[in-house]
């Protein structure tokens, strides 16, 4: 850690398309991370779209071409109008959705405010775009936090097809990366994946998502539910973003052709939401039920109520995103019944950390002869219980916090984090 004495007003801009009140793909932790460190002497702005997510629609009603500007618990937030895709999959939509956004916000570049240190989220392009150019104006530091990796995540998602501009997303992908001084990721399998993507030997540091304060207060509200038996019927829920790189309703199919007891608890919004929603109502199998989104305290008590947290991740999604949702599941003692590679971030948490039933798609029939015998295995059970309150703990808020704040005061004097490198482990 810095000196504390030497320590002066850290002026921070974080660029993001989602904070407050968006919902899912880590805008609580944004939003978590940015108000907690304008407590701690730095003068945090953040730029970001207007609320949209993971609903795809204007939901503050204000979209457009006007800046909004406003204080947030000590943060300045800045709002940037964005095209707004009806359909999430379509390549000229997304285009458009990057383009518009990267053009919009870049009115900002214009307005003199001065910062000390970058921090830009990734998987949105046009805000990767936008920061490498204020860098390049500006001469800032620039952290680059990688929670998905854009390319990859579009072929998964079935948004690029083509091999040639598969190969050509890639290639912009590495060079907007490269204008960045320091990497970070979420997870230890992406890190491996973005050593081949760097051009200039950046430090990429570890900096997993936490269970950020306002869900973690939710659990700690209810009881412990480790060593508490299995339902009969099984309690299965789904919570969150329904996209195509999910691949829920292929999960959904496989199990509803089984003949296991179970209820299946659904709850999600995004892409392919509406195709799940009307698969439920279309097939009329009563272990399966279907809602919106659920509230922070709904879906903490869900998860409470559930015997088995469950994630699919489509096959071919690589190393591209890491499911920040399983860690309140794993908070609350809720073993993740999951679907994907065994090479993928998730799959290589599931089984390193025995946190639940994983299995790849070619054997996710298994999962019904799970469901069957989940009642005769009560010590496998509890196991995969204690271990996912274990796990949990590497996922603590302070010490993701201090990292964050360390390595943003470094950066200002000293861009290649040698004595954060010499320090902080696991760095690479």
């Known amino acids: 850690m810095l000196d504390s004495a030497n320590e002066r007003r850290l002026r921070l801009l974080v660029l993001t398309h989602l904070f407050h009140p968006d919902s899912c793909g880590g805008a609580g932790i ?12 730095i003068d945090v702005t953040v730029r970001c779209a207007y609320p949209y997510y993971p609903e795809w629609k204007d939901k503050s009603g204000r979209n457009g071409l006007r800046i909004e500007r406003y204080c947030d618990h000590g943060v300045i937030v800045e709002r940037y109008g964005l095209f ?5 999959r379509s390549i000229w939509q997304r285009c ?7 053009l919009s916000i870049c009115r900002s570049l214009v307005d003199g405010a001065r910062f000390d240190v970058v921090m830009v989220f990734c998987p949105l392009a046009g805000s990767v775009a936008f920061a490498g150019l204020h860098k390049m104006l500006h001469r800032c530091p620039l952290l680059l936090c990688i929670q998905d990796l854009p390319a990859d995540a579009a072929k998964a998602g079935g948004i690029i097809r083509h091999g040639w501009l598969q190969k050509f997303a890639r290639g912009v992908q590495r060079a907007l990366f490269n204008q960045a001084d320091v990497w970070s990721s979420i997870s230890p399998v992406m890190i491996e994946r973005l050593k081949e ?3 200039h030997d950046q430090p990429i540091l570890f900096m997993p998502n936490w269970l950020h304060q306002s869900i973690a207060e939710e659990i700690h509200r209810l009881p412990s539910k480790v060593g508490q038996l299995a339902s009969q019927p099984v309690r299965l829920l789904y919570a969150g973003n329904i996209g195509t790189k999910q691949g829920l309703l292929d999960f959904c199919k496989v199990l509803q052709a089984s003949s296991a007891p179970f209820y299946f608890r659904i709850h999600g919004d995004c892409g392919m939401a509406d195709q799940v929603r009307d698969w439920v109502a279309s097939r009329g ?14 879906f903490v008590r869900a998860l409470h109520e559930t015997d088995l947290f469950v994630v699919t991740e489509k096959s071919g999604s690589g190393a591209s995103f890491f499911p ?14 999951a679907v994907s590679d065994p090479d993928s971030p998730l799959g290589h948490e599931m089984r390193s950390q ?8 070619d054997r996710c029939g298994e999962a019904s002869e799970v469901l069957r015998s989940l009642e005769s295995r009560p010590a496998e059970f509890a196991a995969w219980q204690h271990n996912a309150v274990r796990r949990s703990q590497d996922y603590n808020r302070e010490p993701c916090l201090a990292l964050i704040e360390r390595t943003l005061r470094e950066m200002v004097q000293d861009r290649t984090l040698a004595r954060t490198r010499a320090a902080a482990s696991p760095v690479v």
């Not at 199998?285 to 709904?298: I, K, Q």
């Not at 920040?324 to 019944?337: C, D, F, N, Q, R």
């Open 30 to 41: 944004f939003t978590d991370m940015c108000h907690e460190l304008a407590g701690r002497n």
């Open 84 to 88: 707004i895709p009806w359909d999430s």
């Open 96 to 102: 458009l959705y990057e383009g518009s956004y990267f």
């Open 197 to 199: 993507l760097r051009d």
């Open 285 to 298: 199998d009563r272990r399966f039920s279907f809602g919106p989104l659920l509230e922070e305290s709904g």
């Open 324 to 337: 920040s949702k399983m860690v309140p599941a794993m908070a609350s003692g809720t073993p993740t019944l």
């Open 354 to 361: 025995g946190l639940g039933p994983w299995s790849s798609w």
